[in-house]
């Protein structure tokens, strides 16, 4: 079945660039979403791209697509404290269903 | 607009206990609903969808069971509750707009001692 793949940890210092990554193995994925959960809450949409886009930014929010890699990445620029979150990658090929989502990375922002 | 909420927020049970944990919708008619499950530093893992009334489908065979009475409302429930079913419960339903994302509602966190 499809799968999706992120790194657990990552740790930042305030002020820095973070950059976190994902991969997938469904060829058809159609929309590519990141998710942000703060402790205790659900899951926000942070941002997504479709699978005919290479890139997407959103003010500090860059998402980086290279379909033939299958690799998904988001790098937020200028990190803050409050950008300390756990961060899933998801992926559907179906429009509104059978979303499947990576194991999400914990960000760490050091001051 | 469009809102999700589900209840209760946090839940502490004894193992053999019932269980129903509570979702609704508003603001939009005929959504898909889904249960996720995220076990401590886990990701999230699908426990049922609903694409309409009375229509669910099951992702993992498990100690729990959803029901959909309403159009907006997503129900999860247990007879008897195990150890492991301790976890943060999110409800969520797909999005009418193009880009077909997820909408969450805020978690119920359930402990079962």
């Known amino acids: 079945g499809e799968d999706v793949e992120q790194s657990l940890f990552l740790s930042v210092r305030e002020g820095d660039s973070s950059v976190i990554n994902c991969t997938y193995t469904d060829s058809s994925s159609t929309y590519l979403y990141w998710y942000k959960q703060e402790p205790g809450a659900g899951l926000q949409l942070l941002t997504y791209i479709f699978s005919n886009m290479d890139m997407k930014q959103d003010q500090r929010l860059t998402v980086l697509l290279n379909k033939k890699d299958k690799h998904l990445s988001l790098r937020i620029a200028d990190t803050q404290t409050g950008d300390s979150a756990i961060y899933f990658c998801?992926?559907?090929?179906?429009?509104?269903?059978?979303?499947?989502f990576g194991p999400g990375t914990r960000l760490s922002v050091l001051p | 607009s469009q809102t999700i909420h589900q209840w209760p927020a946090t839940l502490v049970q004894p193992v053999g206990s019932p269980l129903s944990l509570e979702c609704t919708v508003e603001g939009t008619s005929n959504p898909n609903l889904y249960w996720y499950r995220q076990a401590a530093g886990r990701g999230l893992q699908l426990l049922f969808y609903?694409?309409?009334?009375?229509?669910i489908s099951s992702e993992v065979p498990q100690n729990l069971s959803a029901s959909r009475p309403q159009d907006r409302q997503f129900i999860l429930s247990s007879k008897k509750l195990l150890l492991s079913d301790s976890g943060f419960y999110l409800c969520?339903?797909?999005?009418?707009?193009?880009?077909?994302?997820?909408?969450f509602g805020e978690g119920s966190r359930l402990t079962v001692l």
């Open positions: 998801a992926e559907t090929e179906d429009y509104g269903q059978n979303f499947v």
């Open positions: 609903s694409v309409g009334i009375g229509q």
């Open positions: 969520a339903y797909s999005g009418t707009g193009n880009t077909g994302e997820l909408f």
